[in-house]
């Protein structure tokens, strides 16, 4: 299970349990938070089905790129 910061869940007493919804949460503060390589490989695989703008999308590309966890050429 993804590690989500107390930081980025203050309208929780504990974070949902849900895969999506601590992925969701974590694109929505990116890059603040979520920039460690397991996190990166989530959000990457994970990212055609979050709410983000491109501009998001695009910047977890690069840092799926630069930590390795990309599979092939940036698609956003």
Do not use: C, K
């Amino acid at each position: 299970m993804i590690p989500v910061p107390r930081e980025i869940v203050w309208d929780y007493d504990e974070p949902p349990r849900d895969e999506r919804w601590r992925l969701q949460r974590l694109a929505e503060f990116f890059p603040l938070f979520g920039r460690d390589r397991v996190t990166v490989a989530a959000l990457y695989e994970g990212r055609h089905g979050l709410r983000i703008p491109a501009e998001v999308a695009e910047l977890i590309v690069i840092y799926a790129e630069l930590l390795g966890v990309s599979n092939g050429p940036p698609s956003a």
